[in-house]
T-cell receptor, first 113, second 107 residues
Framework: DTAVSQTPKYLVTQMGNDKSIKCEQN?????MYWYKQDSKKFLKIMFS???????INETVPNRFSPKSPDKAHLNLHINSLELGDSAVYFC????????????FGPGTRLTVL | GQQVMQIPQYQHVQEGEDFTTYCNSS?????IQWYKQRPGGHPVFLIQ?????EVKKQKRLTFQFGEAKKNSSLHITATQTTDVGTYFC???????FGAGTTVTVRA
């Protein structure tokens, strides 16, 4: 069973479009995250949710909007996509916000043309 | 804000040799984690260090947490082709990842 799953795995779209990435974890964790990994492999935290509440919201354009319908899901919606949004987006989860192992999903490779 | 610096960015290693990657924080860390990301894969948790001066071993991997809890290192002995990938340290409480050390191995 996949612990943290993301869909889609690949996403190719045109500039200006709106797209969503879905994430689900079956580990019973309270905390979920979205990370962006750029072409240089730098991993940057975007958002963190704890028990469906937004805890961390780093400096991210407001075109990015996370939504957590329940503790097991954290989706990422991106409006008006730009070329610079091209990256790999990872969802992750953990039990607890400041300690403990983070379990990462397989990633979604977003390419904006 | 907290920043975690990691060096070197790239490490090319002859199979069988040892290498070390280093992680430094601008602030004291409550704990530090290490992850490995294989090419095309996702980060996978290796270990968490919490105590000042802590040393933990996993087979050929040795992890250290500095006395001041501002730096950490990962030392790999007798490198194998299975060690290929990018190794990240992370200041867990601020979710700050280092830039990673990408390891390639010459057979």
């Amino acid at each position: 069973d996949t612990a943290v799953s993301q869909t889609p795995k690949y996403l190719v779209t045109q500039m200006g479009n709106d797209k969503s990435i879905k994430c689900e974890q079956n580990l019973g964790h309270d905390t979920m995250y979205w990370y962006k990994q750029d072409s240089k492999k730098f991993l940057k935290i975007m958002f963190s949710y704890n028990n469906k509440e937004l805890i961390i919201n780093e400096t991210v354009p407001n075109r990015f909007s996370p939504k957590s319908p329940d503790k097991a899901h954290l989706n990422l919606h991106i409006n008006s996509l730009e070329l610079g949004d091209s990256a790999v987006y990872f969802c992750a989860s953990s039990q607890g916000l400041t300690a403990g192992e983070q379990f990462f999903g397989p990633g979604t490779r977003l390419t904006v043309l | 804000g907290q920043q975690v610096m990691q060096i070197p960015q790239y490490q090319h290693v002859q199979e069988g040799e040892d290498f070390t990657t280093y992680c430094n924080s601008s602030t004291t860390l409550s704990n530090i984690q290490w992850y490995k990301q294989r090419p095309g894969g996702h980060p996978v948790f290796l270990i968490q260090l919490v105590k000042s001066g802590e040393v933990k071993k996993q087979k050929r991997l040795t992890f250290q947490f500095g006395e001041a809890k501002k730096n950490s290192s990962l030392h790999i002995t007798a490198t194998q082709t299975t060690d290929v990938g990018t190794y990240f340290c992370a200041g867990r409480d601020k979710l700050s990842f280092g830039a990673g050390t990408t390891v390639t191995v010459r057979a």
